[in-house]
């Protein structure tokens, strides 16, 4: 029986000459990193860490330059997912169209909830924001594939049809029995408003920090203890020090007049 290294290994190398034509269509070799990432994903299942390596060697950038690029895009899962992944969409269209109601269905059809797997691998929930099909409500995508105007007895027959192996949409690749959730805690903490590990300088992860400059934060205190009003477009945003806060505050005030 093969090791996870040595399927990755064989995976790696089946899909090198995908990756190198990839690579070939840009002039930067680093635009070809979500291309690359996708082809992985769609072979594996998931973006796996030696995935990750393999991309990094090839494009000659550091794995963290990798990981920071996937961690972005909510499209590449970190952890196996299950062979169809279902997203709801929640957003206002949708919402005000019975979504609550198709979501809690769904809930408890497959026994599960949001960011969850079922046990047997076959289904991951995810109830996700706006995807832009407000004209055909509720929706939701499979595989990325889209369904509308969702009903209790569509979703019976969807569910059934994957079961059966007969549903429309292929399943996606599953090389790893994927676990409860694929959320990263890292990422949790990041979408409650704490801060990720990593900031410069700082005496404390959910310390916002930096590099030390304050001077960001002038033009915040004046609006909250002197209640400026804006009065029209600026180029406040550009700011750096003390002294020119005033200069911009000093126009402002002008220009009321």
């Not at 290994?9 to 680093?30: F, G, H, S």
């Not at 909510?74 to 196996?80: E, G, Q, S």
């Not at 590099?211 to 209640?227: P, Y």
Request: hydrophobic content about 40%; overall charge negative.
């Amino acid at each position: 029986m093969s090791t996870r290294a040595e399927h990755f290994e064989a995976l790696a190398a089946r899909l090198k000459p995908a990756c190198e034509a990839l690579i070939a269509q840009y002039e930067e070799p680093r635009s070809a990193l979500l291309p690359i990432m996708h082809l992985f994903q769609e072979n594996e299942g998931f973006v796996s860490p030696e995935a990750m390596r393999c991309a990094a060697s090839m494009l000659g950038v550091s794995p963290a330059v990798v990981e920071s690029t996937v961690s972005f895009y909510t499209l590449f899962f970190r952890r196996p997912v299950g062979k169809y992944v279902l997203q709801v969409c929640r957003g206002l269209s949708c919402t005000v169209s019975g979504a609550e109601e198709i979501m809690k269905y769904f809930r408890e059809k497959l026994g599960i909830g949001h960011l969850q797997t079922s046990d047997d691998g076959l289904f991951s929930y995810e109830e996700v924001e706006c995807l832009a099909a407000c004209d055909k409500p509720t929706c939701m995508q499979v595989n990325l594939e889209f369904f509308y105007s969702l009903t209790p007895a569509m979703i019976d027959e969807m569910i059934a049809a994957m079961r059966a192996g007969t549903f429309a949409v292929a399943p996606m690749a599953q090389t790893e029995q994927p676990g409860k959730t694929w959320s990263v805690k890292q990422d949790g903490e990041v979408s409650m408003g704490r801060k990720s590990l990593g900031a410069t300088d700082v005496s404390h992860p959910n310390n916002a920090g930096g590099l030390g400059d304050a001077s960001g934060l002038i033009m915040l205190d004046r609006f909250v203890n002197n209640e400026i009003a804006m009065r029209g477009r600026s180029n406040e945003r550009l700011v750096q020090d003390a002294s020119s806060v005033a200069d911009v505050l000093g126009d402002h005030e002008h220009a009321g007049h």
